[in-house]
């Protein structure tokens, strides 16, 4: 390549990253088209892994288009900011591995802070809610647990009681009704 074609990519570059400085998505576009595979590579011989250098170029050019607007030409050439840039994300990627021990799994510790159904129940308003659940008949006062407290939608307790939607809508429903008789008196 002649001298002059090396001064013409350069000045191409550098206009490049200027109009990726005001939000032009065809520049950019172009700077990933021309640079993409070279910073690859460059990422590649950082971290051995094509994975982390994959992803070291997408953090790269994340950051190339949130911050041309710092490029500055008298510090130095378009292309040696953006190899700095994929270099810096490719040794972090490579540092950030570095401290992670494969493996490694916390141990599960149970939680010593009371549920929320225990916290509940300690309460004069869960007094009473406890005190009217146990007033319905067993397999509503399950039904009601099983909506409100694990979370089971109304489908889901149709299939899982095998019963029609229309039939545990209404129980939930009548349930409800006689619950908040029972705490308004």
Request: charged fraction near 25%.
């Amino acid at each position: 390549m002649s001298a002059t074609a090396q001064i013409s990519i350069a000045d191409d570059t550098q206009a490049l990253v200027h109009r990726c400085a005001g939000g032009d998505q065809a520049a950019f576009r172009l700077l990933y088209d021309r640079w993409g595979s070279r910073l690859y590579g460059i990422a590649l011989r950082i971290t051995r892994q094509a994975v982390l250098a994959a992803d070291a170029t997408q953090e790269a050019f994340v950051q190339i288009w949130q911050q041309a607007h710092r490029f500055d030409p008298d510090r130095g050439s378009a292309e040696a900011w953006l190899i700095g840039i994929v270099r810096y994300r490719a040794l972090d990627i490579v540092r950030r591995q570095a401290r992670e021990v494969p493996g490694y799994e916390p141990a599960d510790r149970a939680d010593d802070a009371p549920d929320a159904l225990t916290r509940l129940v300690s309460t004069a308003e869960g007094a009473a809610l406890h005190r009217c659940m146990d007033q319905l008949e067993e397999d509503r006062r399950r039904l009601v647990v099983m909506a409100f407290v694990d979370g089971l939608s109304h489908s889901e307790l149709a299939q899982r009681l095998n019963v029609p939607l229309g039939t545990v809508k209404s129980w939930i429903r009548r349930s409800l009704m006689s619950l908040r008789e029972c705490l308004a008196s």
